[in-house]
């Protein structure tokens, strides 16, 4: 059973940039993805990695702004987020699956996350304008 834990979020203005940590025990699993939920909101997935990190997905807001990444060696998986806007202000949580779970996402749009039984306790990112 794969373990994770986020790390990275912050307060930010409006247009900076954060970089979200998320170690996986004891290996990467085979489709790792960031989540985000907002007071009052849905959670929504902001971006998934898998293929051994060859194939990506994110949400349509968050495109050409968020970039997941992964690095094998150190089982970790990253979200950096640039640009970032009041809007992205929410918790963000790390989440792993099987591939299955990265394969419906690219067919059917961003997970709500319930195909996925492993998750973070989650780390706060706050976007003042």
């Known amino acids: 059973q794969v373990q994770v834990v986020e790390s990275g979020g912050g307060s930010v203005h409006s247009g900076g940039s954060l970089r979200l940590s998320c170690v996986a025990s004891?290996?990467?699993?085979?489709?790792m993805a960031w989540f985000r939920q907002a007071p009052g909101k849905q959670r929504e997935g902001v971006a998934a990695?898998?293929?051994?990190?060859?194939?990506?997905l994110y949400l349509d807001s968050v495109k050409g702004r968020f970039t997941i990444s992964q690095d094998n060696g150190k089982n970790t998986v990253y979200l950096q987020m640039n640009n970032l806007k009041p809007e992205d202000t929410a918790m963000y949580y790390c989440?792993?699956?099987?591939?299955?779970?990265?394969?419906?996402?690219?067919?059917?749009?961003?997970?709500?996350?319930?195909?996925?039984?492993?998750w973070g306790q989650g780390t706060q990112v706050t976007v003042s304008s």
């Open positions: 004891p290996v990467i699993d085979s489709c």
């Open positions: 989440a792993a699956s099987t591939l299955q779970a990265c394969n419906h996402w690219s067919l059917a749009g961003p997970e709500r996350g319930t195909r996925f039984d492993t």
């Open positions: 990695i898998y293929a051994g990190g060859q194939r990506t």
